[in-house]
């Protein structure tokens, strides 16, 4: 049911600022709303995996919760993500926890938004020239 009225809602939207609805704008928009992954941002450092878990359990089965940790100073990076086992849990938890405080902090949570290409690492592409002449 959230899910539809958020898709009435950007039509809505898109019609009276443009008189037309983006057809690609609209079809990301439904792709990131049906799914049950969500990103939580604003993470106070001290969250672990579990602490993320427990913030979450409360709007249905959570199947993951994950704190993204720093590879070099293993501390976190202050953001995470947790997935529900249904888009309405994911929804619900959206509209409840959004703004709400997470261990001292209030927190952003959204729909998870695919990357669009895997992330590269510095060395990805180093031939040794790195594009200038010898």
Do not use: H
Not at 48 to 57: E, G, M, N, V
Not at 79 to 102: L, P, R
Not at 115 to 122: D, F, I, L, T, V
């Amino acid at each position: 049911m959230a899910f539809l009225n958020k898709l009435g809602s950007l039509m809505r939207q898109s019609i009276s600022q443009k008189g037309q609805v983006p057809v690609v704008s609209m079809l990301n928009s439904i792709r990131c709303m049906s799914s049950s992954k969500l990103f939580i941002g604003g993470l106070p450092w001290s969250t672990d995996d579990q602490t993320l878990r427990d913030a979450f359990s409360g709007y249905g089965e959570v199947t993951e919760a994950r704190v993204i940790m720093d590879r070099e100073t293993g501390k976190s990076r202050g953001f995470g993500f947790v997935s529900f086992d249904s888009t309405e849990s994911a929804s619900e938890a959206v509209s409840a926890m959004d703004g709400q405080e997470v261990g001292g902090r209030n927190v952003r949570v959204t729909f998870a938004e695919e990357r669009s290409r895997p992330p590269r690492s510095y060395n990805d592409d180093y031939q040794g020239s790195r594009g200038f002449d010898n």
